[in-house]
């Protein structure tokens, strides 16, 4: 496998991802998929009242980093308002992940479009 | 940890024989071989024996024997040192090749020339008659790999070289015979005269000698024109200092190869195939019959390829996969996608290759270790 230096962090979401699985009641719902390489995400965001993330959670076909950084954009959103979470930048997860492979960069990328899709639909909603 | 490495069609391990072989001479008999003194001949002659125990497993003469330094370099010296001294010229090769003959080839065209790249059906088998169809006037080069390094999927190399050699009765510009036998070596016939090719690529370290070392048998009388150009050693075609350890270790490894166990691989990968296919959604990925004996290929509905490894490594197996995520280019296997994979059968493919040293409670251990880790993926894809 080429490029596989993950940083220990990275591989630690991967093994044990904390934010897995579906959530039922969810109020917000996002998806994004990387039609290139074939992998997809899904975020799922519970609001509190005053419109704060209270709990997020994924579910992922993809490899170690798409997982990886599934799992931490979720730590990381948690807690945010849905406008401070939207502003996360693939730059950011790919920092809290302490590194990421260079060919791996663009999962970030996915991750921030599944968190940014999940908060459009409340928009939408609107 | 456990250490189960199912990863031969990547490398093998240096043969503890061939080791002990190669050893004098990175310390002792270390001079030149093109060197006229005792010690450059003594080195010179334990070339020479390599060189005529290639040529004796290829059934070739030692003049035919063209030591490089890797498989990748045989391949580039056959198509573009072939094509290259040729006008306008016309490749046929195949799109499960691997990319050190698939580039070539690209290349070939990139300066002018014309490539066809054969399709393979869904076992990864090319069609003869498409071959046959495939020829032109201008047709100046056939190459097909014997063996499919991913699916394991062995082609028709004497029937080609039978076809090729019945339309070059007929024709004024011959066609040339190139196979890419890397994968091959270990397992099946390399008699160059039963193949019928003029020109076929060997590596080291798939066949359990040293990296750094490969061959190309080029047939008596064929022109290649020099990629590089030094000190006019092995022909002029791949010059250079001899390397002579690993040139003496890719003799010793070829030799050993008379002993090889075909029949005993291939019940434990059979054994192998039987427990994987047990998981639901799982899938095995080109032939049954006609298949390299160490080779495996499966998909698995749900799972990505290379999380899949890296899950199964975290285990202490080590395996490979063809899934777009592990490659650069971030493609799928162009294997898998010319066999009429979907995408998402690529995304999940897992190649799991056994060899010489691999023992059934290796393979306990795997089949034991893999349930886990496809189940744990698809908690995560929710799939």
Same mark, same amino acid.
């Given at each position: ?49 005053? +419109? #704060? ?10 490899? $170690?980093?798409?997982?990886?950084? @599934?799992? /931490? ?24 992940? +302490? #590194? ?10 996915? $991750?921030?479009?599944?968190?940014? @899709?999940? /908060? ?7 | ?383």
């Amino acid at each position: 496998m080429k490029n596989a230096n993950y940083s220990k962090k990275a591989l630690d979401h991967f093994f044990n991802p904390k934010n897995l699985g579906e959530m039922k009641g969810a109020d917000l719902v996002g998806y994004a998929g990387n039609p290139q390489c074939g992998d997809t995400m899904k975020i799922f965001l519970k609001l509190n009242k005053d +419109g #704060t993330i209270s709990k997020a959670s994924f579910q992922t076909l993809g490899c $170690a980093a798409a997982i990886a950084t @599934s799992d /931490i954009i979720c730590q990381m959103a948690e807690g945010k308002s849905l406008e401070e979470a939207s502003r996360i930048t693939k730059e950011e997860v790919v920092k809290a992940l +302490g #590194t990421l492979p260079e060919n791996k960069v663009h999962c970030a990328d996915l $991750a921030n479009k599944a968190l940014i @899709s999940a /908060i459009k639909k409340n928009e939408e909603k609107r | 940890m456990k250490e189960v490495y199912l990863d031969y069609a990547a490398s093998t391990p240096l043969d503890e024989g061939v080791l002990e072989k190669m050893r004098p001479f990175f310390t002792k008999k270390y001079a030149n071989p093109s060197s006229i003194h005792k010690m450059g001949r003594d080195a010179s002659l334990a070339i020479g024996e390599a060189r005529e125990k290639v040529a004796s497993f290829l059934s070739a003469s030692p003049e035919e024997v063209i030591f490089t330094g890797s498989a990748t370099q045989a391949n580039n010296g056959a198509i573009l040192g072939y094509l290259r001294g040729i006008k306008n010229p016309h490749i046929i090769t195949t799109k499960i090749e691997h990319e050190a003959v698939l580039l070539p080839s690209k290349k070939i065209e990139e300066e002018g020339g014309e490539v066809t790249f054969l399709k393979v059906d869904k076992k990864g088998r090319i069609d003869l008659e498409e071959l046959r169809e495939s020829i032109k006037e201008n047709t100046a080069m056939v190459s097909i790999m014997y063996a499919s390094n991913e699916v394991g999927v062995i082609e028709p190399i004497e029937k080609v070289g039978e076809i090729i050699e019945e339309i070059n009765k007929k024709r004024e510009r011959k066609i040339v015979f190139h196979t890419d036998a890397v994968q091959a070596a270990g397992y099946l016939n390399c008699n160059v005269k039963d193949l019928k090719v003029d020109l076929l690529t060997l590596s080291g370290h798939k066949i359990y000698g040293p990296k750094g070392v490969g061959v190309l048998f080029k047939k008596e009388g064929l022109n290649l024109s020099p990629l590089f150009f030094g000190g006019g050693q092995e022909k002029g075609i791949s010059p250079g200092t001899y390397n002579t350890p690993l040139i003496v270790g890719m003799g010793e490894a070829v030799s050993l190869l008379k002993n090889k166990k075909g029949k005993e691989t291939e019940k434990l990968r059979d054994y192998l195939i039987e427990g994987v296919l047990k998981i639901e959604g799982a899938s095995l990925n080109g032939p049954m019959e006609k298949r390299l004996p160490n080779n495996a290929n499966f998909s698995f509905k749900g799972v990505e390829g290379e999380s899949l490894v890296l899950g199964l490594d975290s285990k202490g197996v080590a395996v490979s996969t063809g899934s777009a995520c592990s490659s650069h280019s971030l493609k799928p296997s162009h294997v898998l996608m010319a066999m009429g994979l979907s995408r998402e059968e690529a995304h999940s493919s897992l190649r799991v290759s056994i060899g010489r040293m691999t023992t059934k409670e290796e393979i306990d251990y795997f089949l034991e270790v893999l349930p886990g880790t496809i189940k744990r993926l698809r908690e995560i894809s929710g799939k």
